[in-house]
């Protein structure tokens, strides 16, 4: 049974740093088979939407436009891993981010559709 979950969320001041880190388990992995992934935010009543992803080789990636030049996605596929690096953050950037996973064939698929979520973590951007 696929398992995605999300750590490093927290609280942090405007202007400031944090980094999430998806971690799946339970497939054959990143070194043996292609599977993009994709982070994606809710903040409290808005719809979601995605913020960022890689393509299953990782050579395909995609980014909101507001977090260009500010989030950086990256993978580590040793360790099934796939991180989200966010810098000079901002209160809008406020809400339950999400990552999710799917099987890739073509290793080239970087989008929206997924189907293996995981429960979210929280980012809250306040002084």
């Known amino acids: 049974q696929l398992q995605v979950v999300e750590f490093g969320g927290g609280l942090v001041q405007p202007g400031g740093s944090l980094r999430l880190s998806c971690a799946i388990s339970?497939?054959?992995?990143?070194?043996?088979?292609?599977?993009?992934v994709g982070w994606l935010r809710q903040a409290p009543g808005k719809e979601r939407e995605g913020v960022s992803c890689?393509?299953?080789?990782?050579?395909?990636?995609l980014y909101k436009e507001s977090v260009k030049g500010r989030f950086t996605i990256s993978r580590d596929n040793a360790k099934n891993t796939v991180y989200l690096q966010m810098n000079s953050l901002k209160p809008e950037d406020t809400a339950v981010y999400y990552c999710?996973?799917?099987?890739?064939?073509?290793?080239?698929?970087?989008?929206?559709?997924?189907?293996?979520w995981g429960q979210g973590t929280q980012v809250t951007v306040s002084s």
């Open positions: 890689t393509s299953g080789t990782g050579i395909t990636t």
């Open positions: 999710a996973t799917t099987r890739d064939y073509s290793g080239s698929y970087c989008g929206w559709e997924y189907d293996w």
């Open positions: 339970g497939f054959s992995g990143f070194t043996d088979d292609y599977y993009a």
